[in-house]
């Protein structure tokens, strides 16, 4: 059967998530070591001895998250579980473009450790900014609402389902398109617990910097077929590729029209691979008959028909 594997972003991540396929695979406790030199970080440390406030910084996060999705993966494929496509979620398209050959792991573990400390910083610069999940209000009526109360520094950055967005902007825009989606019929609008507007334009600073730091690197052709937070369509060059993992960090995910590319491109399922079960749930809020199926555990995986 076809599959696509989707990788989570930032919000899934958890204390102790990925031990299982750290201590059962010889190649994971390799990719940890690998992950670990590339960032001058401790991930074994951090993962399965760190706090959960160490865990939920920023430039932490990201690590951890892309980590154990690239984890979820080789073991998924240990269990004969390959993938014919891939995409992921904010950071998660990072390991998805490791899966899709784009770039190599040591290069997508170092570019995620500086994305997250970038994505930190311009946080920090902001002077105060956040995000917030819209729930049980169409997309469109969000950003009716937002124009409609003349918020010029809030946008929608996550197009998660039909019923729900999360917004992205400085504070007091946010807080007063919590109060406009409201009244437009949204059933509740949720703050996040984040260092920054993600996927704005207030994360230009992030964006600058990593252009930088990208620039150099080498991005291969996709040889399976990778999808784009950016465009919501597949991503057809290497050269493609980076120019899109740089407007990514300021662009919304558009992760709906994701779901309707990858659905209509004859795979038989997906398989979550990475931590939670996010990326499920809104592939089954989408509707369709493609079951997408929770893989961030061995359990899960060995519960998969191949």
């Given at each position: 059967?076809?599959?696509?594997?989707?990788?989570?972003?930032?919000?899934?991540?958890?204390?102790?998530?990925?031990?299982?396929?750290?201590?059962?695979?010889?190649?994971?406790?390799?990719?940890?070591?690998?992950?670990?030199?590339?960032?001058?970080?401790?991930?074994?440390?951090?993962?399965?001895?760190?706090?959960?406030?160490?865990?939920?910084?920023?430039?932490?996060?990201?690590?951890?998250?892309?980590?154990?999705?690239?984890?979820?993966?080789?073991?998924?494929?240990?269990?004969?579980?390959?993938?014919?496509?891939?995409?992921?979620?904010?950071?998660?398209?990072?390991?998805?473009?490791?899966?899709?050959?784009?770039?190599?792991?040591?290069?997508?573990?170092?570019?995620?450790?500086?994305?997250?400390?970038?994505?930190?910083?311009?946080?920090?610069?902001?002077?105060?900014?956040?995000?917030?999940?819209?729930?049980?209000?169409?997309?469109e009526a969000i950003?009716?609402?937002?124009?409609?109360?003349?918020?010029?520094?809030?946008?929608?950055?996550?197009?998660?389902?039909?019923a729900q967005s999360?917004?992205?902007?400085?504070?007091?825009?946010?807080?007063?398109?919590?109060?406009?989606?409201?009244?437009?019929?949204?059933?509740?609008?949720?703050?996040?617990?984040?260092?920054?507007?993600?996927?704005?334009?207030?994360?230009?600073?992030?964006?600058?910097?990593?252009?930088?730091?990208?620039?150099?690197?080498?991005?291969?052709?996709?040889?399976?077929?990778?999808?784009?937070?950016?465009?919501?369509?597949?991503?057809?060059?290497?050269?493609?590729?980076?120019?899109?993992?740089?407007?990514?960090?300021?662009?919304?995910?558009?992760?709906i029209d994701e779901?309707?590319?990858?659905?209509?491109?004859?795979?038989?399922?997906?398989?979550?691979?990475?931590?939670?079960?996010?990326?499920?749930?809104?592939?089954?809020?989408?509707?369709?008959?493609?079951?997408?199926?929770?893989?961030?555990?061995?359990?899960?995986?060995?519960?998969?028909?191949?």
């Open positions: 059967m076809k599959t696509c594997y989707l990788f989570p972003g930032q919000g899934a991540q958890y204390p102790g998530m990925g031990k299982d396929f750290y201590e059962t695979s010889k190649a994971v406790r390799e990719l940890f070591q690998l992950a670990s030199d590339a960032t001058s970080t401790d991930l074994k440390k951090l993962l399965f001895s760190g706090s959960e406030e160490e865990l939920k910084q920023t430039r932490n996060t990201q690590l951890a998250v892309a980590l154990v999705g690239a984890a979820a993966a080789l073991s998924a494929r240990e269990h004969g579980l390959v993938a014919a496509g891939c995409a992921g979620f904010s950071v998660g398209e990072w390991p998805a473009l490791a899966e899709a050959g784009v770039v190599s792991l040591a290069d997508m573990f170092s570019l995620v450790g500086e994305r997250g400390r970038l994505m930190d910083e311009a946080g920090r610069r902001s002077g105060g900014s956040t995000m917030s999940a819209v729930l049980s209000l169409a997309p950003e009716a609402a937002i124009a409609a109360a003349g918020l010029t520094r809030v946008w929608v950055a996550n197009y998660n389902s039909p999360v917004i992205s902007g400085a504070e007091a825009d946010v807080a007063a398109a919590e109060l406009a989606v409201k009244a437009a019929g949204a059933k509740r609008a949720i703050r996040l617990k984040v260092s920054g507007a993600f996927h704005s334009p207030i994360m230009a600073y992030a964006r600058d910097g990593f252009a930088e730091r990208i620039a150099d690197v080498e991005f291969r052709d996709p040889r399976i077929a990778l999808f784009s937070n950016v465009t919501g369509a597949a991503v057809s060059s290497g050269a493609e590729a980076k120019k899109l993992a740089v407007e990514q960090i300021v662009s919304p995910v558009r992760w779901e309707k590319a990858i659905a209509a491109a004859g795979f038989g399922r997906c398989v979550e691979t990475g931590p939670g079960t996010v990326l499920a749930g809104l592939w089954k809020a989408l509707g369709g008959e493609i079951p997408c199926l929770p893989c961030g555990t061995l359990d899960a995986i060995a519960s998969i028909s191949l």
